[in-house]
């Protein structure tokens, strides 16, 4: 009895089964994404500068589409910037 609880194996937290989140503009029923609200977008950029990804934020797969949109056009519009060092 004693062998079979050493070979036990424990479960990592990445194997967990966890919550699912919902997606936060789907959740407000936001249906489009303003690339003017750089404040909000910054929340789904990383501290180096590039977009966080879908399995990170929590967004849907339709909102992440836009929202990298959005962030690239204000990227060109000057509101947030390309790399950060």
């Given at each position: 009895m004693a062998q079979q609880d050493k070979k036990?194996?424990?479960m990592?937290?990445?194997s967990m089964p966890t919550r699912r989140r919902g997606c936060h503009?789907?959740?407000?029923?936001v249906e489009e994404i303003?690339?003017?609200?750089a404040?909000?977008?910054?929340?789904y950029m990383s501290e180096r500068g590039k977009i966080r990804?879908?399995?990170i934020t929590g967004v849907c797969r339709r909102?992440?589409?836009q929202l990298?949109?959005?962030?690239?056009?204000?990227?060109e519009m000057a509101l947030l910037p390309y790399v950060s060092e």
């Open positions: 036990r194996k424990r990592s937290p990445s503009f789907c959740q407000d029923h303003d690339w003017k609200n404040g909000a977008l910054r929340r990804a879908r399995r909102h992440q589409r990298a949109v959005a962030i690239k056009r204000a990227r």
